[in-house]
């Protein structure tokens, strides 16, 4: 089983930067794929980036050129480094990894981009 803790989610201005990061439990060498989903207030909850065991990722569209998804086994952690934040990309961020075919979750980070 796989607990998952977000971090670094808070307010920011348009045009800033947040990175966030997830811990996670297990060795990150034990993960399929981890990734970052979000979820905005009417809307159903969406990939962001994700990135597999081999290191490829993969971006929404949305979001391509201005976040990167990374991960430090050493920590076992993920990270999502967010610029040129706009207002559109205020949500609740989750953490997520396929683990022996299950799927988990983080609590989520609020991340809200606003003047």
């Known amino acids: 089983q796989v607990q998952l803790v977000e971090s670094g989610g808070g307010l920011v201005q348009p045009g800033g930067s947040l990175r966030l990061s997830c811990a996670a439990s297990?060795?990150?060498?034990?993960?399929?794929?981890m990734g970052w989903y979000r979820q905005a207030p009417g809307k159903e909850r969406e990939p962001v980036a994700t990135?597999?065991?081999?290191?490829?990722?993969n971006y929404a569209d949305s979001v391509k050129g201005r976040f990167t998804i990374s991960r430090d086994s050493a920590k076992n952690t993920m990270y999502l480094q967010m610029n040129s934040l706009k207002p559109e990309d205020t949500a609740v961020y989750f953490c997520n990894a396929y683990y022996y075919t299950d799927n988990y979750w983080g609590q989520g980070t609020q991340v809200t981009v606003s003047s």
């Open positions: 297990v060795s990150i060498f034990s993960i399929s794929t």
């Open positions: 990135i597999v065991r081999g290191g490829s990722t």
